[in-house]
């Protein structure tokens, strides 16, 4: 089981960029599957985006086209580069780790998008 820790959170004005890392330390990083989600206030948790331990990468519909998410497992480290960022992308955004069915989440990191 691998223990996801988010960083790269922060303000940004509308229009900008910013990338957010999940290290994820802990045995058998490369057979894990990992999800960003993020959560609003008042509103549920959301799928965002999630790579495979192979790879394959799929994003939201919401954010396709702006998100992109990547693996190193060299660093053990699952990355996702936000461009093109706006309002509607600010929450506290999660990374969760899955290994066998069994899952982990991160403590989460704040985003905040300006207009």
């Known amino acids: 089981q691998v223990q996801p820790v988010e960083s790269g959170g922060g303000l940004v004005q509308a229009g900008g960029s910013l990338r957010l890392s999940c290290a994820a330390s802990g045995n058998l990083f490369s057979g894990n599957n990992f999800g960003w989600y993020r959560q609003a206030p008042g509103k549920p948790r959301e799928w965002v985006a999630g790579i495979t331990s192979g790879g394959i990468t799929n994003v939201a519909d919401s954010v396709k086209g702006r998100f992109t998410i990547s693996r190193d497992n060299a660093k053990n480290t699952v990355y996702l580069q936000m461009n093109s960022l706006k309002p509607e992308d600010t929450a506290v955004y999660y990374c969760?780790?899955?290994?066998?069915?069994?899952?982990?989440w991160g403590q989460g990191t704040q985003v905040t998008v300006s207009s």
């Open positions: 969760h780790a899955v290994y066998r069915s069994n899952g982990s």
